[in-house]
């Protein structure tokens, strides 16, 4: 019995923590003329590198979220409202949350190390 739970946490240790789920972050874009990407409740400004689910809720008819960057490049619709879910690999670089037709004031940077 000693031996079988030896080996249990043995095996626990050596598992990867690439084989953790991934980070769940969220991204809302208006009603009114804001967007953003938090981790909880805190504004994401930098991550680490690595697998991350995102859950968009978009909340106007009149903005969209779009998440570019090094390998990544999604959007929800203009007109389309309702939550969206992303499974995304962020890699190193820069990252921008915009909301295409309002792109000079509704945006966020992300950097990803």
Known sequence: MKLVALAALVAA????????????????????????????TAK??????GAY???????SNAHNFHLKGPGVNKT????QQGTVTWKVTLKKGK???????????MKQTVVVS
């Open 76 to 79: 929800t619709g203009v007109s």
């Open 53 to 59: 689910v995102i859950k968009v809720s978009d909340k």
């Open 44 to 49: 994401v400004t930098k991550l680490k590198a």
């Open 13 to 40: 240790l050596l598992v990867p923590s690439a084989l953790a789920a991934p980070t769940t972050l969220t991204g809302t874009v208006g009603p009114g003329f804001t967007i953003t990407l938090k981790k909880g």
């Open 95 to 105: 990252y921008t949350i915009v909301c295409d037709p309002h792109a000079t004031f």
